[in-house]
């Protein structure tokens, strides 16, 4: 499906973000565009992406909205308790999944520290243990 999306813009496939992650796949999204699929919807003369970018502009990266209060979204025109119940949502899945991830590549036993788990391997130089 070639030409242009509905913003009139030649050789762009798409209208939403949703779209080019679609045809080009997540990794091709910035950071706004993908919190505009999750924005979802603008208002009058702001699109979900423009307060992806709004939103951005104000705390840097996606990164830097875990763990923020949701009642700081509030004061971003066209962000509602929905909106902003469905960023926390992906957030948290977010965290779970990398939570998951370290616990699995490094597991410590329950009755031992982080020190103690992460400790040299004398059998193999430059490894670690995690016994």
Same mark, same amino acid.
């Given at each position: 499906?070639?030409?242009?999306?509905?913003?009139?813009?030649?050789?762009? /496939?798409?209208?939403?973000?949703?779209?080019?992650?679609?045809?080009?796949?997540? $990794? *091709? !999204?910035?950071? %706004?565009?993908? =919190?505009?699929?999750?924005?979802?919807?603008?208002?009058?003369?702001?699109?979900?992406?423009?307060?992806?970018?709004?939103?951005?502009?104000?705390?840097?990266?996606?990164?830097?909205?875990?763990?923020?209060?949701?009642?700081?979204?509030? /004061?971003?025109?066209?962000?509602?308790?929905?909106?902003?119940?469905?960023?926390? $949502? *992906? !957030?948290?899945? %977010?965290?779970? =999944?990398?939570?998951?991830?370290?616990?699995?590549?490094?597991?410590?036993?329950?009755?031992?520290?982080?020190?103690?788990?992460?400790?040299?391997?004398?059998?193999?130089?430059?490894?670690?243990?995690?016994?």
């Amino acid at each position: 499906m070639e030409g242009c999306g509905g913003d009139g813009i030649p050789g762009r /496939r798409w209208v939403h973000p949703g779209g080019k992650l679609r045809e080009e796949g997540p $990794a *091709a !999204l910035s950071e %706004a565009e993908l =919190l505009a699929i999750l924005i979802s919807t603008g208002i009058r003369g702001k699109s979900a992406l423009d307060i992806a970018g709004d939103i951005l502009r104000e705390f840097g990266s996606i990164e830097a909205l875990g763990g923020r209060p949701l009642e700081e979204f509030l /004061r971003f025109k066209g962000m509602s308790d929905v909106k902003i119940t469905r960023i926390a $949502a *992906a !957030l948290e899945i %977010a965290r779970r =999944l990398r939570s998951d991830q370290m616990a699995s590549t490094n597991p410590v036993h329950p009755r031992r520290g982080l020190a103690e788990a992460r400790t040299p391997n004398p059998a193999t130089p430059g490894s670690e243990s995690c016994l």
